[in-house]
């Protein structure tokens, strides 16, 4: 068991390829002064400044011809809400953007970024970096009762749209600004509450948490010097260190004891802050004080962690501008300016368009740190509003509430213990007694994926089989791979067939055996657009040799809805 929690603490600092690696018996004493050369890293730099009136279309043209009304409101309305339009929304929005292009866009993020979706949607981006789950990991893999939560709280705050200095402030320092739920953050990481040793116990949860601060605030991967000096970046081992101890007074475990929910101060018991020589916890070395990693600059006097989260989200703070205007762009056009949003360190990658990256990274403090005012500035963009040059492909938990949704079946009840989902009984049956127990309330089982019970040892299939991360560390941009698992799931699942039947139910209801009603119906709740008339034609072809296949006209227009949710178009957006 302890050579897995070893391994755990590997795994939160790959340091693959490294080109020197630098250990001390004493971190301290020997630790490299900082020079010049090492701020002249492009991420490290002050935001260049660009020309007044400079915007988005000023410095990243357009090189397409601007999308359709029926492409951009499925755009938008993903992009916003993680959800698809309704029918009804397209062919109003459709109708207004003839007479108005321009205000009838505006209108429609205004919409979408006023709905309690948006929170929703947008929440799961930063639970991944904040490496969420309900569970705590490990063999035994215990729940986390109130874990939830914290959940809600970013749903909360980013429907609020409150200030995003704010927002990550309250999360490293909540405690100390009244708002301890917030905090969750630094507690998110996995755990084994029984390992034997409680001092190793604490020595690995604080270095994660210190790593994921460090990951999350600044795109560095200051995990990298948990054992020895960072191979690639100026931060050293004693920097390391001092980063943690801003943390020291919150944890202190006992045998068997979750962490959490949130943080608390301890003002007793805790043992003296220190850098720990290669890493070993059984191996302190000096003493130290909390500090900022020294290529940032002085730390002030007495600083504690309300001090590190203002300094990390100062408006002065250029690397942790860059880091969440990366994060945010890529999240819009599915691919960072930079192209490691995990590391903007030396071993990433320059940005392409640096000047684009500067002027995002400004414009959020002078969006007064608002997300959604931001979100509108890029959505209002004839960047974004372009063809897409490249698609993007729906998440597992977008698919899924996709197909929920356009089969009337999504249940918007908000907040809550997550729910959980029932499993095929040969995975149920991997999972120790009681594990795989679904929610006894089958209405909840149509609830936002957001809101569904998130296990670390077992992803729902779908979400894992489409890149939904493991939450074992922080996660700043999913895999995106295509295996035939993926086709096969979406082909022959229970769930795909039962939503293709409900489907079809509705709109045999709706529409009798009209073909082309049928057709233009289901095209519209699955793509969010007509269908083309060689699309109507092949329907109709399909519709009657399959009904001649299958025991039923209803049978038959299941399938082809089935088709459709197995179509690239439903499973990318354009």
């Not at 930063?126 to 939560?149: P, S, V």
């Not at 296949?549 to 089935?562: H, K, N, Q, S, V």
């Amino acid at each position: 068991m302890k050579l897995v929690f070893f391994l755990t603490l590997l795994l939160i600092a790959p340091c693959a390829h490294a080109v020197s690696i630098r250990a001390s018996a004493d971190p301290v004493k020997d630790e490299r002064p900082i020079k010049a050369e090492d701020k002249e890293h492009w991420a490290f730099k002050p935001l260049q400044p660009a020309p007044e009136k400079t915007g988005i279309d000023d410095l990243a043209k357009p090189a397409s011809q601007p999308a359709d009304p029926a492409t951009l409101i499925r755009r938008l309305t993903f992009d916003l809400t993680g959800l698809p339009p309704t029918p009804e929304e397209v062919t109003a929005f459709t109708r207004e953007h003839i007479q108005h292009p321009a205000s009838s866009i505006e209108h429609l993020a205004t919409r979408l970024l006023a709905s309690p979706r948006y929170g929703e949607h947008w929440a799961q981006w930063w639970l991944d970096l904040a490496r969420y789950a309900d569970t705590d990991g490990f063999e035994y893999d215990a729940e986390r009762n109130r874990a939830w939560q914290y959940r809600d709280w970013v749903i909360n705050a980013l429907n609020s749209d409150m200030p995003f200095d704010a927002f990550v402030q309250h999360q490293i320092a909540g405690d100390l600004m009244g708002d301890e739920v917030a905090t969750g953050f630094l507690f998110a990481c996995p755990d084994m509450p029984d390992l034997n040793n409680q001092d190793e116990r604490r020595h690995v949860l604080l270095n994660d948490i210190a790593t994921t601060v460090g990951s999350v605030g600044l795109g560095l991967t200051v995990g990298c010097a948990q054992c020895h000096d960072h191979p690639y970046d100026p931060i050293s081992q004693a920097d390391f260190y001092r980063l943690r101890a801003f943390f020291d007074n919150t944890v202190l475990t006992k045998n068997s004891k979750p962490l959490g929910p949130a943080v608390r101060v301890f003002t007793e018991g805790i043992p003296a802050s220190t850098v720990f020589v290669r890493g070993d916890f059984k191996r302190p070395g000096p003493a130290i004080q909390p500090a900022f990693p020294r290529v940032f600059g002085a730390t002030p006097p007495q600083a504690d962690r309300l001090a590190l989260a203002q300094w990390l989200t100062s408006k002065d703070n250029a690397l942790f501008l860059r880091t969440m205007a990366n994060r945010l762009w890529q999240q819009h056009f599915g691919t960072p300016l930079a192209a490691i949003p995990g590391d903007l360190g030396h071993q990433g990658e320059a940005p392409t368009n640096p000047a684009l990256l500067d002027w995002l990274a400004a414009e959020l403090p002078r969006q007064n740190w608002s997300l959604k005012k931001l979100h509108r500035v890029i959505v209002m963009s004839k960047a974004y509003q372009q063809k897409a040059a490249q698609p993007i492909r729906l998440t597992g938990e977008m698919l899924r509430d996709s197909m929920l949704s356009i089969s009337g079946q999504l249940n918007l009840k908000t907040s809550g213990p997550g729910v959980k989902l029932p499993l095929p009984k040969e995975i149920a049956s991997t999972l120790l007694k009681n594990q795989g127990e679904s929610t006894k309330d089958v209405t909840e089982h149509t609830r936002r994926s957001i809101y569904t019970f998130a296990r670390r040892n077992l992803r729902n299939p779908l979400f894992e089989l489409f890149d939904r991360p493991d939450a074992q560390m922080s996660c700043a941009r999913r895999n995106a791979s295509t295996t035939a698992p993926q086709s096969l799931m979406l082909l022959n699942s229970e769930f795909t067939h039962g939503i293709a039947a409900k489907l079809a139910t509705d709109l045999n209801q709706q529409h009798g055996s009209d073909a082309t009603a049928l057709i233009t119906a289901a095209t519209l709740r699955c793509l969010s657009r007509n269908p083309t008339q060689q699309e109507l034609a092949i329907g109709q072809k399909f519709l009657q040799k399959q009904t001649v296949l299958t025991p039923g006209f209803r049978e038959a227009l299941a399938d082809y809805c089935l088709a459709l949710l197995n179509s690239n178009e439903f499973v990318y957006l354009d």
